[in-house]
């Protein structure tokens, strides 16, 4: 062996011993501190890190939170605010200290502020303090409460959905969630839309990231700024390559495709499309409000990702919806008022696609019945045992069971329930009013109104009014029993909230066997009116108001 041999034989047996006897110390110092190694192995800069795909693998998950009196008591006081505390936490046996903890939600937490309930959804921020720490390679999660979800499983299966399909979507699994030592609930952990997400299905997180928020229709408005679509991630700060995808989709010919590849993963669209058609997800783009998705942008081409799924499959009730047509997949509104949808289905090839995408969904659902049955075995004995939930053991099992009629199985009021809601809404709206309100004349009462009534008609207001009521956010309702014990589970976890309680199976059955007639081209009708009736009626009702 030559001179050279021998010393580079010498350098690598030194080098190796060095390396042992810091792996045997970091692993000796740290043995119990699991959080340390966590971070040592998944610092941005390490190789072969543990994928946090693993802890979204587990049936259900433990997840413990370590809070200070005075900030679990700050956070319950005003959940509005939102506010990030510092918190300790374990998921699956990894600890991490100083995490971002608040609040989350829109209209899901202002209906749980309003109520006898504490049952919050949460943001869990790993990075928020410490820069570059993770939960393995996850940077941020959230913990949802299943609003006005009976089932526990409407989010968990839509995104089911879209991964058969191959959809990038949020990774979830079921949790406990532990405040301080106690039981808090049964929750949906879900992987944020962040940097890790962007990393792991598309292996850059350094394009533009946009949240839509309410009113994010994407119709094209000249001199614009879309402030409804929120940019969280990226540094086109003047959404520079947002307005040109929104101008160069809404300039699409008729039946046309234009340049729209250009600007849109097109494929993204319609999958999003079919997902929300087939389970009637409406709080969505495809509904009155138009939110509850992502654009993700890459060098001015976007993607569409789905959020928000606690409303889909019977979460605005069943009846019409299981017959939308699928042709103009919108609740209650003009198509024409939704570009997205409008131009991309108006030309043939795809819209071909888009049926190709709702025949595969119909196969997967097949098998939906089986499915939710080893679903509710495995989650069941985590719902009796959840101490703030919002609905009974019976609405859990009426969500989750199929029966003959929906009769024995909604939560939701009869119809003079909701004439008598109505009318105690209206009574408490007036009982808000400024001083001498009832003297005034119409158009003096929209001026004198408190914030939100300004600008508005009685009859647009009358339609806000509505929607607030069917999409779950119903300011001043009463609470108690309507329609059934809407109080929930003890400790006063229930809210009185008018849920809808459905039965995922029935819609799902009725939803497929009504798809499967429209692209046979039957047309179903109910009563004497046809689908396309309803639908032109609806258009007529909605072009009269606006």
Not at 103 to 125: H, P, Q
Not at 135 to 141: A, G, M, N
Not at 391 to 411: G, H, K, L, N, W
């Amino acid at each position: 062996m030559g001179k050279g041999n021998i010393i580079k034989t010498i350098v690598a047996v030194g080098l190796t011993g060095i390396l042992l006897f810091v792996s045997i110390n970091v692993f000796e110092t740290h043995a119990t501190d699991l959080s340390r190694l966590s971070n040592l192995l998944n610092t941005p800069e390490a190789e072969n890190r543990v994928a946090y795909e693993e802890i979204f693998k587990k049936d259900v998950v433990d997840i413990h939170v370590e809070i200070t009196e005075e900030d679990w008591q700050s956070i319950l006081a005003e959940p509005m605010e939102e506010e990030y505390k510092s918190v300790t936490i374990t998921v699956d046996g990894i600890t991490l200290e100083d995490v971002g903890f608040r609040t989350k939600g829109n209209s899901s937490l202002k209906s749980v502020a309003r109520s006898d309930s504490e049952r919050y959804s949460f943001k869990i921020n790993i990075n928020k303090y410490i820069k570059d720490q993770y939960l393995l390679d996850l940077d941020e999660f959230v913990v949802n409460n299943n609003f006005s979800d009976p089932s526990y499983l409407r989010e968990y299966l839509s995104y089911e959905a879209f991964r058969e399909i191959g959809v990038d979507v949020p990774l979830t699994t079921f949790a406990n969630v532990y405040i301080n030592g106690e039981l808090y609930g049964f929750y949906l952990m879900v992987e944020s839309i962040d940097d890790s997400f962007l990393k792991r299905n598309f292996d850059d997180d350094s394009g533009s990231l946009y949240k839509a928020d309410q009113g994010s229709s994407l119709q094209y408005v000249e001199g614009s700024n879309y402030d409804t679509l929120e940019l969280k991630s990226g540094k086109d700060k003047t959404k520079t390559d947002l307005k040109n995808f929104i101008k160069v989709l809404n300039e699409m010919p008729a039946g046309e495709k234009g340049n729209i590849e250009s600007v849109l993963d097109v494929d993204s669209a319609l999958k999003y499309f079919a997902v929300n058609t087939v389970l009637g997800s409406y709080d969505s783009y495809h509904g009155n409000k138009s939110h509850n998705y992502y654009l993700y942008g890459q060098d001015g081409k976007f993607t569409v990702i789905p959020w928000d799924y606690n409303m889909s499959i019977a979460g605005f009730g069943g009846g019409d919806l299981t017959t939308i047509p699928i042709d103009e997949p919108v609740l209650r509104e003009n198509i024409e008022n939704f570009p997205l949808i409008n131009n991309l289905l108006a030309v043939e090839e795809y819209k071909e696609r888009y049926y190709e995408y709702i025949k595969e969904l119909l196969d997967y659902l097949e098998n939906f019945e089986e499915n939710v049955t080893g679903l509710v075995d495995k989650i069941r004995p985590y719902v009796e045992a959840d101490p703030t939930k919002f609905y009974t053991m019976e609405q859990f099992e009426a969500s989750i069971t199929y029966s003959e009629t929906d009769e024995d199985v909604t939560t939701n009021p009869t119809q003079n329930q909701r004439m008598q809601l109505g009318e105690e809404m209206q009574r408490q709206m007036l009982e808000n009013m400024p001083e001498g309100y009832e003297n005034l004349d119409r158009q003096d009462r929209i001026q004198g109104a408190p914030e939100g009534f300004e600008n508005v008609d009685r009859q647009n207001r009358r339609q806000e009014m509505s929607r607030e009521f069917m999409d779950g956010d119903r300011p001043g309702m009463p609470q108690g029993d309507m329609g059934g014990d809407m109080r929930g589970g003890p400790n006063g976890g229930g809210m009185g909230m008018m849920g809808n309680a459905t039965s995922i199976l029935n819609f799902v059955r009725d939803r497929v066997e009504n798809i499967k007639q429209q692209l046979a081209g039957e047309l179903p009708t109910i009563g004497n009116t046809t689908m396309n009736d309803m639908r032109d009626g609806n258009r007529d009702n909605n072009e009269k108001v606006n």
